[in-house]
């Protein structure tokens, strides 16, 4: 009882601080971009709620990938997530159109021989059955809608035969004056059936969709909220 009116007085007196995206995650480009130092003693309890849904979304795409797959990472950000699909994939080719987080996170993984970066529009990359796992998080939101058709026409185009895109988005996000201007989205309110109409226009096999909330961050088949949803769809054989 004493606990919770201590908690109740010092929230008064002390509001919470607006969250710093920036401040927090340094290469963060005001909320675009998560930046996550990893390291072997990686503390996931200790990363903010942005950090942990984010790298949730890595952590399930690598254990899609097989040991030896050939992966891209495309809207890749700040690479952290590239050099964590790396530790299972035989090469990651990330992409993003940012080339000063580019410059920077080339210098910072200089030393993973099985990753590279390059700063590119991504409705310019020209790959041909490359890829065995195509991975772009919070990407097709940033595409006007009848951009997005061109950007998974891409992505089939780079993928074999039978490979796999794994790519997520926000769960029917409202158009807001706020969402335009902080998170640079030009779609809104992305459904599973809008998703799967873009997936059978561009020759996807149907999606297969996972959620995700900011409360628990499990990646999951089964929602509980809805914050994000996850798409893993398959190039036909």
């Given at each position: ?13 002390f ?21 996550i ?11 903010d ?9 890595y ?10 797959d050939?992966?891209?990472d ?6 952290y ?10 090469l ?41 796992v195509v ?29 796999k ?34 997936l ?19 990646v ?10 996850l798409?893993v ?5």
């Amino acid at each position: 009882m004493i606990k919770r009116i201590y908690k109740a007085i010092k929230s008064r007196i002390f509001p919470a601080r607006e969250y710093d995206f920036n401040k927090s995650n340094p290469l963060g480009g005001n909320g675009e971009r998560v930046d996550i130092k990893l390291s072997k003693r990686l503390n996931f309890s200790k990363l903010d709620i942005y950090q942990k849904s984010h790298i949730a979304r890595y952590e399930f795409a690598k254990d899609i990938i097989r040991d030896g797959d050939v992966c891209a990472d495309w809207a890749c950000g700040t690479g952290y997530g590239s050099v964590l699909l790396s530790s299972k994939a035989s090469l990651v080719k990330a992409a993003d159109i940012n080339g000063e987080i580019i410059k920077v996170v080339q210098k910072r993984y200089s030393d993973i021989s099985n990753v590279s970066f390059e700063t590119t529009n991504l409705l310019s990359l020209q790959y041909h059955e490359l890829f065995d796992v195509v991975v772009s998080f919070e990407t097709i939101e940033h595409f006007k809608e009848e951009d997005i058709p061109q950007l998974l026409t891409i992505y089939i185009r780079a993928l074999k035969k039978g490979g796999k895109v794994i790519f997520s988005t926000p769960y029917m996000q409202k158009k807001s004056a706020d969402a335009i201007k902080l998170g640079f989205h030009f779609m809104f309110c992305i459904d599973e059936n809008k998703i799967n109409d873009w997936l059978k226009e561009t020759g996807f096999e149907s999606g297969v969709f996972y959620y995700q909330d900011y409360q628990t961050h499990h990646v999951q088949i089964h929602p509980g909220k809805k914050d994000f949803i996850l798409c893993v769809a398959k190039k036909p054989q």
